[in-house]
């Protein structure tokens, strides 16, 4: 519900509301929170419930540093795999429907085709422990898209460079599909974190 938006960023929540929205006791509940603070997404305040903490740009530099390397190692090896056209139709219908999805201005459905894109682009480096590492911070990543996605501009050039990353992987150039790669992710996050830090969205 976190990642999702459904409890948002600065709202605050009784353990029993939540409980009710759950179908399910307190002490799952409580369980679950102790964990949730731990990995910094609330704050158990005493008699007070829990508070949901905004997504802070701190942690978003991290986790995109990490993402950009080890989605560009992805890119730079399913280059090399000499892929075709078959193999790389997720890809290519994803960028499709990016296109489209902007073209109708639905920012949502050009979110869920990008997710589709990095998703396929990390299975097809065949590296299963880039994977899971990235798999591990994914909904992080989409709950700092999901509080920026309609702050931003339209993601028009985010298509072209799933383009040009597409065609380098098609090509079999390794080094030009990690640069380009690498360069799309550190755009993203400069833009996510510009963005958290305009509209004051960190955690204070």
Same mark, same amino acid.
């Given at each position: +519900?976190?990642?999702?938006?459904d409890?948002?960023?600065?709202?605050?929540h009784l353990?029993?509301?939540?409980?009710?929205?759950l179908?399910m006791?307190?002490?799952?509940?409580?369980e679950?929170?102790l964990?949730?603070?731990s990995?910094?997404?609330?704050?158990?305040?005493?008699r007070k419930?829990?508070?949901?903490?905004?997504?802070?740009?701190?942690? +978003?530099?991290?986790?995109?540093d990490?993402?950009?390397?080890?989605e560009?190692?992805a890119a730079?090896?399913?280059a090399?795999? &000499?892929?075709d056209d078959a #193999?790389l139709?997720?890809?290519?219908?994803a960028?499709e429907d +990016?296109? #489209?999805?902007?073209?109708r201005?639905?920012?949502?459905?050009w979110?869920? &085709?990008?997710?589709r894109?990095?998703?396929?682009?990390?299975?097809?480096?065949?590296?299963?422990?880039?994977?899971s590492?990235?798999g591990m911070m994914?909904?992080?990543?989409?709950?700092?898209r999901a509080?920026t996605?309609?702050m931003?501009p339209?993601?028009?050039?985010?298509n072209e460079d799933?383009?040009s990353v597409?065609e380098a992987?098609?090509?079999?150039?390794?080094?030009?599909?990690?640069?380009?790669?690498?360069?799309h992710r550190?755009? &993203?996050?400069?833009?996510?974190?510009?963005l958290?830090?305009?509209?004051?969205?960190?955690?204070?």
């Amino acid at each position: +519900m976190i990642f999702s938006g459904d409890l948002s960023a600065g709202s605050d929540h009784l353990e029993s509301e939540l409980a009710d929205r759950l179908g399910m006791s307190r002490t799952p509940v409580r369980e679950a929170a102790l964990t949730l603070e731990s990995q910094g997404l609330l704050e158990l305040r005493p008699r007070k419930g829990v508070r949901i903490l905004p997504v802070s740009p701190e942690d +978003m530099s991290e986790i995109y540093d990490v993402l950009t390397e080890l989605e560009s190692l992805a890119a730079e090896q399913a280059a090399g795999m &000499a892929y075709d056209d078959a #193999d790389l139709m997720v890809l290519a219908t994803a960028i499709e429907d +990016m296109d #489209d999805a902007l073209s109708r201005d639905d920012l949502q459905a050009w979110a869920d &085709a990008d997710d589709r894109f990095h998703a396929e682009l990390v299975r097809l480096g065949g590296n299963s422990r880039v994977a899971s590492i990235v798999g591990m911070m994914a909904d992080q990543v989409r709950r700092a898209r999901a509080t920026t996605l309609f702050m931003r501009p339209l993601p028009t050039q985010s298509n072209e460079d799933h383009r040009s990353v597409l065609e380098a992987i098609r090509t079999g150039q390794q080094d030009t599909a990690r640069l380009r790669h690498r360069a799309h992710r550190q755009q &993203a996050k400069q833009i996510i974190i510009d963005l958290l830090k305009k509209h004051r969205l960190s955690r204070l």
